[in-house]
């Protein structure tokens, strides 16, 4: 049973802006790590931003710096991406990620990048598409 809901994809020209809104279950919300992920066709599905369950950054990919904003409603108990700047090479289904376990740490200097089984559990995924 799918408990992470994503929401928000859609088409835009470069240069736009989206916001993706995934909702995460109470029991869940404050005490597990939550990630984007995304996935374009014939690639591997690779991790965009993960936060802790304080919601500190411990993972931001180098290609969205600057351009993708990661935050939470805690009342709403709902995460957000904010994707400014949109490139066609941003086009992907997004996942939404969420897991108990407090490790790894990342580290992109020594290669360790989120991986998809640091997360057990996964949204349906939001297709986002960007048009040049």
């Known amino acids: 049973e799918v408990q992470l809901v994503e929401s928000g994809g859609g088409s835009v020209q470069a240069g736009g802006s989206l916001r993706l809104s995934c909702t995460v279950p109470k029991s869940w919300y404050r005490n597990w790590r939550k990630a984007w992920f995304r996935q374009s066709p014939g690639k591997e599905r690779e991790g965009v931003v993960v936060i802790s369950d304080n919601g500190g950054v411990l993972y931001l990919a180098d290609s969205v710096k600057g351009r993708f904003t990661i935050s939470q409603d805690n009342a709403k108990m709902t995460l957000y991406l904010q994707m400014d700047s949109l490139t066609p090479d941003d086009s992907a289904m997004y996942y939404c990620?969420?897991?108990?376990?407090?490790?790894?740490?990342?580290?992109?200097?020594?290669?360790?990048?989120?991986?998809?089984?640091?997360?057990?559990?996964w949204g349906q995924g939001t297709q986002v598409t960007v048009s040049s």
């Open positions: 990620a969420a897991d108990p376990r407090r490790y790894p740490d990342y580290d992109a200097r020594n290669g360790r990048i989120p991986r998809t089984n640091d997360f057990n559990y």
